[in-house]
């Protein structure tokens, strides 16, 4: 049974950090493209970060230089480290994983993150 649990969500000021973890279980890790999307109230899913098993990255415009994902193949965790958090960056932050060879796309039902004074 495939699970992606995310965890770390919670209310934060702006200015702060959060960092977020998933914990993948049910499939073949390293076989995936891991990302974090999310999406706030009354508008679509959007993608944040992916990361492939080489450690290449891509980044939405809106996170770059702010936000920094990373993998631990060992440990089959994704991490999302956040900075500089904005208001604009509440939303439910979803993990993703994307296995190429396959097609099949896996989600974790998301964590929330409210970035309020």
């Known amino acids: 049974q495939v699970q992606l649990a995310e965890s770390g969500g919670g209310l934060v000021q702006p200015g702060g950090s959060l960092r977020l973890s998933c914990a993948a279980s049910?499939?073949?890790?390293?076989?995936?493209?891991m990302g974090w999307y999310r999406q706030a109230p009354g508008k679509e899913r959007e993608l944040v970060a992916t990361?492939?098993?080489?450690?290449?990255?891509n980044y939405a415009g809106s996170v770059k230089g702010r936000f920094t994902i990373s993998r631990d193949n060992d440990k089959n965790a994704v991490f999302l480290e956040m900075n500089s958090l904005k208001t604009e960056d509440t939303a439910v932050y979803y993990c993703?994983?994307?296995?190429?060879?396959?097609?099949?796309?896996?989600w974790g039902k998301g964590t929330l993150v409210t970035v309020s004074s």
């Open positions: 990361i492939k098993n080489s450690g290449t990255t």
């Open positions: 993703n994983g994307n296995n190429p060879y396959s097609g099949v796309n896996y």
């Open positions: 049910g499939i073949i890790f390293r076989a995936n493209v």
